[in-house]
Structure formats: C-alpha cells, structure tokens
C-alpha cells in the first residue's frame, strides 16, 4: 500500500501552546483528511482538505493541502486538554477510492 | 457528519469460532465500504474494500477465506473473522464514504481465547 510519513511521532507539550503536525507521500493525493482518535473508539473526522493549497480551519484546527498535493499540515492553536489522543493523517488517491493512513502523532497535553 | 454504525463495541471468543461483525451507514446510501485492522499504538491498516453487490477486494497479505465479507445491501457490511485464532484479536474498524470522506464506525474490539 501506500506510505505516509507522519511527524512527529509523539508530543508533549503544555497547555496553551500551539502544535503542528504533518504527513508527507510520494504519491500525489487528491482528498486529503485528518483524524483524531481517542482509545478503544474509532477516528473522527477533523478537517478535510479538496484542492492543493487549500488551508482550512475548525475552531482551534487549521489544516493546508501542500502544494505539490503529497503533503499536508496541521495545526492546533491553543491546546487543551481534551485535544489529547492520536492524530491521523490520510490520503485518498482517486475520488471514491481508498483511503491510506499516516502513522499517527500521539498527542500528550499537560494541564 | 455522516453516520456509521458499527456493531458489536466488543466481543470474546473462543479459538475456531467464527465471529460477526457488522457496519451499517445509518443516514446515508453506501456502496463501498472498507475495513480496517489496528494493533495497539498503530494505525489503521486497510484489510480490504467491500462492493456492494459484487466481491470485496482484499489487500495484499489478506486473506480472504479468513476475513469474509458480504456487502448485502447499501447501508450494510458484515466482516466475518472465521476459525478464529488468538493471534486474529485485534481492533476492526469499517469506514464509509457518503462523499469525499470516509467516516468511522465506533470500532469492534475482538479477543480470542
């Protein structure tokens, strides 16, 4: 399948500060989206992403589709404690086909 | 958004058993349907494609005979985990896609003893 190389693995980092997290292909995507999973449930969509160069927010989320359309970027300003747990990343190649996820960024917020 | 409906939340087994697991798109018609499988601290690992009406098709290292999927009708899927062995205990999570984007069921926690 596909790779996608997403950074950083983990995080820790203290209320209020802002993070960014990114995912990198080889592979030209057209449909980028992100998730945030919280443990034993299943992914939630955060923001999806239609066009390269597209930046768009959700609340304290901003996402951007890269340029080059292999890779995206994400954004939480502001963190808090309820935003901990992992964030996935995934691309879909063609429209209504699969989707491949990033490896995840573990998000460790301290009050 | 979109959602799925994903049951059991949870179920134990014993080894040989065969166990069911169903996706439903509650508010929306979908003709394909994908599973997933995820070990702890992983991610989500594409196990195969579910085509309403016709077969599913199966990543590479999936076999089919183990994992059975039927996509019945537009807003069911079942994934059936046969003769099930202690190293198939995993998390499955089926996704749907009314759209451009997939979205989630709650996922299916099974253990095999």
């Known amino acids: 399948g596909q790779q996608l190389n997403q950074s950083p693995q983990s995080m820790f980092i203290q209320e209020g500060e802002d993070v960014s997290m990114n995912c990198t292909s080889s592979s030209i995507f057209n449909t980028w989206l992100w998730y945030k999973q919280d443990p034993g449930e299943g992914p939630v969509l955060l923001i999806a992403?239609?066009?390269?160069?597209e930046l768009t927010s959700n609340g304290r989320l901003t996402a951007q589709f890269g340029i080059t359309r292999k890779d995206s970027f994400l954004n939480i300003s502001a963190s808090i404690p309820s935003d901990v747990g992992i964030y996935f990343c995934a691309g879909q190649l063609n429209n209504f086909n699969k989707f491949y996820f990033g490896s995840g960024t573990k998000l460790n917020v301290k009050p | 958004g979109a959602v799925v409906s994903q049951h059991p939340s949870w179920v134990i087994c014993k080894s040989g058993t065969s166990v069911k697991i169903e996706c439903r798109s509650l508010?929306?018609?979908?003709?394909?349907m994908f599973w997933y499988r995820q070990f702890p601290k992983q991610s989500l690992m594409l196990m195969a494609t579910?085509?309403?009406?016709?077969?599913?098709?199966?990543e590479q290292g999936v076999e089919k005979d183990k994992f059975l999927i039927n996509h019945a009708s537009l807003t069911l899927s079942t994934l059936t985990v046969t003769s099930a062995h202690p190293e198939d205990s995993s998390f499955y999570i089926c996704?749907?896609?009314?759209?451009?984007?997939?979205?989630f069921g709650q996922g299916t926690r099974l253990t095999v003893v």
């Open positions: 996704s749907a896609t009314p759209g451009f984007e997939a979205f």
């Open positions: 992403l239609y066009k390269a160069g």
């Open positions: 579910s085509n309403e009406g016709s077969k599913a098709t199966y």
């Open positions: 508010d929306f018609q979908a003709t394909t």
